[in-house]
């Protein structure tokens, strides 16, 4: 059985992580959304990458989804925080214990910033830490309970990873692993 991803965008979003994100869930065979939070489109990354979006934010907001998952940067991760169709998602993500993640600056940036993270322990990219009420330093990825999080662009994969296990269980995680050669 498919799970169902939302993966917002912004200008500015980190194209590793958006991408890293996307591939390895699909790899998995996950129904990936890629919804942008911006009138448009086509977002043009932090380094300069356009991603084309499958659907607008607001188009999302009455679906449910095994997962939402936020990659980072900035501005992206601002622009995902100013969201208020996203920020409505995510609370209703978590108010019915679904599955949410965040990668680099969006933990402290977004997750955070809307009172998303609680008592769970997170990591993010390390000059947001400070941020996070129980953030773990130096630890790659971290998962509690239904939040999982990550540090940053060189952790994309195996965040990634850890989100398939979460949605698919460690075999299949092993095997996508596997397959790209991790």
Known sequence: MSKSVLLPIADGTEEIEAVCIIDTLRRAKADVTVA???????????????????????????KDYDLVV?????????????SAQLTAILKKQKERGGYYGAICAS????????????????????????KLQNAQPGVKVVADGQLITSQGPATAIAFSLKLVEVLFGQDVAQQVGKGMLV
């Open 36 to 62: 942008s939070v911006t009138g448009k489109f086509l977002v043009t990354c932090s380094r300069g990458v356009k991603i084309t979006a499958d659907v607008h934010i607001a188009d999302c907001i009455n």
């Open 70 to 82: 936020l990659p980072g940067g900035m501005p992206g991760a601002e622009h995902l925080r100013d």
């Open 107 to 130: 933990p402290a940036v977004v997750l955070e910033h809307h009172g998303l993270v609680g008592t769970a322990k997170a990591t993010c990219y390390p000059s947001f830490a400070e």
